[in-house]
């Protein structure tokens, strides 16, 4: 008879993919190097086939140990998804929750999300992870995450979603620049390299691009921000212009600072906001209520 593999040693070797470090993977696992080491190499020794190749200063996956991470992946998700199974049973909206976040919503939504899951579910347990779409992505479909909360459309790959509102977006300028703009307003009236943006990891800068219709490249700056609150201060410092989404306004990102708010040439521009789960997800309803409970707790606004 076959042995098969432990999901343990399959959660070693998935980890080590991700953070491509021996220390950072064992301590992610919680076990010690020597543990995790000893654990894939256990691993190879049992399907007869090298998956690293390893030196003193480097290791890098063999062709062989990169299929067998896409099915390691899938058989781990698959398992929290047998977990979740006997979860739901016990009723909806119980026990463990995983929840992802992108940056640009975590900080204007979890904080009103979980008073209200906290007051009405005591029996679920909800964990927060803030990161980047695919990050994000990654972890949900290795089984880290459970439900995701993202800016649409973006690639979700075959994994299921649910639209639950939309975040327009407003353009953002200091008041002394705003004194120089002609109306109605259009893009190719506008300075050249006159619009900061986030980085190009965070979505929310190609949501804003498309639903905005900016695109005249020269009037992008090269320069990019990590973060809203840092793209925020540096408009407010007189520097060029940006497209800010309605709920970090709404949450009091630009209070105290003295910028206009705009509509965008070429209403309407937003970005939906949406739930991103696995298919194979035995938490359908409890997706369901979730969805209902982050609509709620979107502005108002979004719902029209």
């Excluded at 919680?30 to 998956?51: A, D, K, M, P």
């Excluded at 939906?272 to 209902?292: C, H, K, Q, Y």
Aim: aromatic content about 6%; some cysteine; proline content about 5%.
């Amino acid at each position: 008879m076959n042995k098969f593999p432990s999901l343990k040693q399959l959660h070693y070797l998935v980890t080590l993919s991700e953070t491509r470090h021996f220390g950072e993977a064992a301590k992610r696992c919680f076990v010690s190097q020597s543990t995790l080491s000893s654990g894939i190499q256990n691993l190879e020794e049992q399907l007869g086939c090298q998956l690293l190749e390893r030196d003193n200063k480097a290791f890098f996956f063999t062709p062989m140990g990169e299929d067998f991470l896409v099915q390691a992946r899938e058989l781990l998700a698959k398992a929290q998804d047998l977990l979740e199974l006997t979860k739901d049973r016990n009723g909806d909206m119980e026990g463990e929750l995983k929840i992802g976040c992108i940056p640009t919503i975590a900080p204007f939504l979890l904080g009103s999300l979980i008073n209200v899951l906290s007051d009405n579910y005591p029996k679920l347990h909800v964990l927060l992870r803030e990161d980047t779409t695919h990050n994000l992505l990654t972890a949900l479909r290795n089984g880290e995450m459970d439900v995701l909360i993202l800016a649409l459309p973006t690639d979700i790959s075959g994994m299921k979603s649910l639209l639950v509102g939309k975040d327009p977006f407003k353009l953002v300028i200091s008041s002394r620049q705003a004194q120089y703009l002609t109306f109605p307003l259009q893009y190719q009236n506008l300075p050249d390299a006159s619009f900061f943006l986030l980085e190009r990891e965070h979505c929310l800068t190609n949501h804003a691009l498309s639903a905005c219709h900016l695109t005249h490249v020269e009037k992008i700056n090269s320069f990019s921000a990590t973060s809203l609150h840092t793209l925020v201060q540096m408009i407010a410092n007189g520097n060029g212009m940006t497209f800010i989404p309605q709920m970090a306004i709404d949450h009091g990102l630009l209070q105290g600072l003295d910028l206009v708010i705009l509509d965008p040439p070429k209403q309407p521009a937003y970005r939906e906001i949406g739930l991103v789960w696995r298919p194979s997800s035995n938490r359908a309803m409890t997706f369901s209520l979730l969805a209902d409970i982050v609509k709620e707790s979107l502005p108002k606004h979004n719902d029209r």
